[in-house]
């Protein structure tokens, strides 16, 4: 049986990880939704942070890179180049096997 997975960004996650940012994109107007992913060799989570936009931003837990003030901004300079996935970190390395969210 497969669990029930939804896009957040470019990445398919599980639908029950999936929880409201509780804010909206101004861009397209959905709301923002998050993923928080653990990684075993660290103590802060990365959340992974997606909307309609078909962008996905990656933020550490105890990092508040993006709000509902932001989000909006990122998205559009986001589109504009294209990008699919943006990785905010603060010289932290990313957890190997980050790509497989599952
Ligand atoms: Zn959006």
Redesign the pocket.
């Known amino acids: 049986m497969n669990a029930k997975r939804r896009m957040l960004g470019p990445f398919s996650v599980l639908a029950d990880d999936v929880k409201l940012a509780g804010f909206f994109?101004?861009?397209?107007?959905?709301p923002?939704r998050v993923a928080k992913q653990h990684a075993p060799t660290l103590a802060a989570r990365a959340c992974l942070f997606?909307?309609?936009?078909?962008?996905g931003v990656v933020v550490w837990e105890d990092q508040s890179a993006i709000n509902r003030q932001n989000?909006?901004r990122v998205?559009k300079q986001a589109r504009k180049a294209n990008a699919e996935l943006i990785i905010f970190n603060t010289g932290e390395t990313t957890p190997p096997g980050f790509g497989g969210v599952n």
Request: contains cysteine.
């Open positions: 994109c101004g861009v397209c107007k959905e923002v997606g909307c309609g936009c078909d962008v989000w909006s998205m």
